[in-house]
């Protein structure tokens, strides 16, 4: 497995978890990605000693923590100029991105328009996006924070 | 008369071009969806600065924030540039005003017709829309991407050529003039007054650009209502251009004595 696949599945458990979710599946036009967990109850009964230690190891038990957002870590977005920010590409259309989206490098999240110039701002790294900072159709300062992402580190 | 037909042609686009980069290179295309999407598509492959894209016909032009150009074919300019000079980047904002003051310029020098300038770029006759501009670009981080510039110009459009709602707002030079005009005669000359304008922002050259443009600009001096969004309009007086290209506005609300910058906004002159 490719690190960045192994990242990204990482990345699909941390959203499972945070959003309490049982079940997630992802699709793209070469990959699809399904991650899934049996949620325990929080208090569990005394584990029985497994009568068969070998085939216990064969299965080990996934221990999955629910990650803190470590806020040093998040990519801040900023505006390159003075403007008006956009969530979408016209009035009527969807929103180019969502809270919680996984997004690549290179996705446009927004436009900031300054004299009938459309400034589509693209992310700078693969991650996902945690917060929209401003609401769409504000007016915006050079350098104002617009996006929080967490991006995807590959190590 | 009738406009002839001037096909657009690479060899007489270049005949008479003194630029470095811009129109050095120029596809020509029957008909495509919107020259802008695809300078932005041909840029992503790597195509060099000063390209130009020119279509005959384009079936889904652009305009700002979703809405159309319409296209008639064969008659008129349909042009996207590529723009990648890195020194730009800081002055992304005077590229649609540099852009509206090269385009009324070469119009003028060349065919004897003076365009009205209205804040940020476009470019009337009367009332009626002549020309029009859409510049975007891409941003990533501290490092600066690619910068489309997308012109249309009327030229050789009868009325008929327009659906019949644009019929009292826009106008082509066909129908102010009475005659054709030549689209690479006038091509050539949009090039190089374009580069000579882009030239003075990539030197730094802000105060050459903004006092050129606050003397061609008509929407200065006058009264206009700037519509912001649905929910917010101004009315007030243009008094100036800011340091990035703004426009400048008194507003006529009671009391309101500050001056507010339109930077996003559709813009009606009043008087």
Redesign the interface.
């Known amino acids: 497995m490719k690190s960045e696949q192994r990242k990204e599945i990482q990345d699909l458990v941390e959203i499972l978890t945070e959003q309490n979710l049982t079940e997630i599946e992802i699709e793209r036009k070469d990959l699809r990605i399904r991650v899934r967990r049996d949620v325990v109850p929080a208090v569990s009964p005394p584990t029985p000693v497994a009568p068969f230690s070998a085939e216990r190891a064969a299965t080990p038990h996934l221990t999955i923590e629910a990650p803190e957002i470590d806020n040093a870590r998040l990519l801040t977005v900023t505006s ?5 920010f ?1 969530r979408s ?5 969807d929103s180019y991105i969502e809270e919680n989206d996984i997004v690549s490098k ?1 996705q ?1 999240l927004c436009i900031v ?12 790294a693969d991650g996902r996006l945690v917060k929209v900072l401003v609401e769409s ?1 504000a ?1 915006v300062e050079y350098g104002q924070p617009l996006f929080l992402i967490d991006p995807i580190t590959v190590s | 008369m009738t406009p002839t037909s001037d096909a657009l042609n690479t060899i007489a686009i270049q005949t008479g071009l003194t630029t470095q980069a811009l129109g050095q290179s120029i596809h020509i295309l029957t008909e495509t969806a919107s020259t802008n999407s695809l300078g932005m598509t041909l840029a992503a492959s790597g195509e060099p600065d000063g390209t130009v894209i020119l279509a005959e016909h384009q079936t889904a032009g652009k305009g700002r924030l979703g809405r159309s150009w319409v296209s008639p074919p064969n008659k008129n300019i349909y042009c996207s540039m590529i723009l990648r000079d890195p020194r730009l980047q800081q002055h992304l904002t005077w590229i649609p005003l540099a852009t509206g003051l090269a385009l009324q310029e070469a119009i003028q020098k060349t065919l004897g017709i003076t365009p009205s300038l209205k804040w940020p770029n476009d470019l009337l006759i009367g009332n009626k829309k002549l020309a029009g501009i859409l510049c975007e670009s891409t941003s990533r981080g501290q490092t600066g991407g690619v910068l489309i510039v997308g012109i249309g110009v009327n030229v050789n459009a009868e009325r008929e050529d327009f659906p019949a709602e644009l019929q009292s707002t826009s106008t082509s030079i066909f129908q102010e003039s009475g005659h054709p005009s030549n689209r690479n005669t006038l091509l050539t000359s949009i090039f190089n007054y374009l580069e000579k304008w882009y030239d003075q922002l990539a030197s730094d050259n802000i105060v050459a650009v903004q006092s050129a443009y606050t003397a061609a600009c008509s929407t200065l001096g006058i009264d206009v209502r700037c519509t912001l969004n649905e929910a917010r309009e101004i009315h007030g007086r243009a008094t100036a251009i800011g340091m990035d290209g703004s426009l400048q506005v008194i507003p006529f609300e009671q009391g309101a004595r500050q001056v507010i910058e339109i930077r996003s906004a559709d813009v009606t002159h009043v008087r």
């Open positions: 390159p100029i003075v403007g008006t956009y590409p016209s009035p009527d259309a290179g446009v328009e300054a004299m009938k110039l459309m400034n589509e701002i693209e992310c700078e159709g007016a």
